[in-house]
């Protein structure tokens, strides 16, 4: 993605990341290791610092002292660094909800399998012999009986979990599936995979 800023824009993105990571770092010493990813108000403690820093920050190098208008100086995506105070919080509650509503559909689709479903995974604990340098794929349910599901898995490995996204989204060649060998998975196999993120999505055309 492109960043697109003006003047002292390009702080904005460090700024946040800068109290991201210290305020990991002062979490987890002061409550113990791995407070900051157990719960969801350290995160958004730190989202209203970040808008508190930026807002301040953008207020100080877009005050105009002096007569007449004049446009800010200052800005990120042609939008005002102290915007981004506001910005910052709404984007990432969005991007919450979205998750939210992600893991609901996922867990829909779990619970209640259909042919043609694709389970997005980490091969390298599920199967022998996988690449750990490509170990992203994909299983396609091509049976579903009383006990679990019938896959076959995707012909082609990937380095990131974007690559089999992007392979199955746009139909490219890398997203097709070795119909010839299949394998069964019960479902409670299926839902251990998905609790411990092997499986980190499910898509259903």
Known sequence: MLIIWRGLGWLVPILVAAVFIGSQLVLDSL????TYRGD?????LTIAIASICIGVFGWMVNRHQGEGPRPPQHALFFVPVQYWAVLLPLLFGGF??????????????????????RYLMDFRNAFEDVDPDYPYGAMKVVAVNSTGVKVVLSEYMFEL???????????????????????HFAFEEIEALVASEEIFDVQRF
């Open 40 to 44: 969801g108000w350290p995160v958004w």
């Open 31 to 34: 409550f113990g290791e791995g």
């Open 161 to 183: 979990r974007a690559g089999i996204r992007e392979a199955l989204n746009e139909n490219k060649e890398e997203g097709r599936f070795n119909e010839e060998a299949s394998f």
């Open 96 to 117: 919450q909800y979205m998750d939210a509503r992600n893991q609901e559909e996922n867990a829909l689709y779990v619970t209640e399998p259909q042919v043609g479903d």
